[in-house]
């Protein structure tokens, strides 16, 4: 087994199809010996009829409230963001808000993902709906999610390996190396049987040789799954994937990889 002490990419309640309260993921992640959890709800047209209404937003936005050390873990603020068009755009970006969440008038509207990202330490950007992929050639796919992974506040994609998009495994994870970003290996796909098992390997395997970092994460909708990532530690471990090249080995190699990113630097007094 692996030493693997974050795990930034869970769910709770917010995200609808998600069972836990942040507090229940918090105690389950200090339970499974997790130093570092981060929160990351869907950010996506999929949770709301009213997508465009502030008020569905008010989760995110007060994120702030969070304390950053609860139950002796380090909790980070984040959200997987659906990404919505072939341009890597994401979820929100073409949203205007005209109105604040108790109903003030914003003259010039504000932007949705703007005022959301601005709250948050990371974000990850997955494809969810797939419409906008329908038809597209793969080079396009690849190129897709390189701008999704070029955007300044995304860490790394989620799910790559299950999201059913069909890409360039070695341009993808080249250019994650270039960014300093890492490539996700996700729980959850290891659930069921499946080709995506083969493309999560292969994308392990890739990012072995080439020397991308991974982030191995549960991608928890129940906090009795949070730090859990057996499955796909016994992948790795088929594969003799190196530990050095696991970003979330530990809390600091996590935040350093953050910075080293340019998403965010955090200083140790900021996260007590
Ligand atoms: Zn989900
Ligand atoms: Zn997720």
């Not at 990371?122 to 796919?141: C, D, F, L, P």
């Not at 992974?149 to 299950?162: A, Q």
């Amino acid at each position: 087994m692996y030493q693997i002490e974050c795990d930034t990419h869970t769910h709770t309640l917010y995200s609808r199809h998600a069972y836990s309260t942040i507090e229940e993921n918090v105690r389950a992640a200090a339970e499974a010996g997790i130093k570092l959890l981060g929160s990351t709800e869907h950010f996506s047209d999929m949770l709301f009829d009213d997508y465009k209404s502030l008020k569905n937003y008010q989760y995110l936005l007060c994120l702030g409230n969070w304390p950053r050390q609860w139950h002796g873990v380090t909790l980070l603020r984040g959200c997987e963001a659906d990404i919505v068009d072939m341009e890597g755009h994401l979820f929100g970006h073409d949203i205007d808000i005209t109105r604040s969440t108790i109903g003030d008038v914003y003259d010039p509207p504000k932007n949705l993902q703007d005022l959301v990202f601005s709250k948050l330490d990371y974000v990850i950007a997955s494809v969810h709906a797939k419409r906008h992929t329908e038809g597209q050639s793969v080079a396009k796919n690849t190129e897709m999610y390189i701008k999704a992974l070029e955007n300044p506040k995304v860490f790394f994609i989620g799910h790559i390996g299950r999201a059913g998009v069909p890409f360039e495994l070695d341009e993808v994870i080249k250019r994650a190396k270039e960014l300093n970003k890492p490539i996700e290996i996700n729980e959850h796909s290891f659930f069921w049987e499946g080709y995506h098992q083969v493309v999560c390997r292969d994308v392990a395997a890739r990012c072995a040789e080439i020397g991308t970092s991974i982030c191995v994460n549960t991608d928890a909708h129940m906090s009795c799954e949070v730090g859990h990532t057996e499955k796909a530690q016994a992948m790795l471990e088929e594969i003799g994937f190196p530990q050095e090249l696991i970003i979330n080995r530990t809390r600091e190699s996590f935040i350093e990889g953050l910075a080293k990113s340019g998403v965010v630097t955090f200083d140790e007094a900021s996260l007590k």
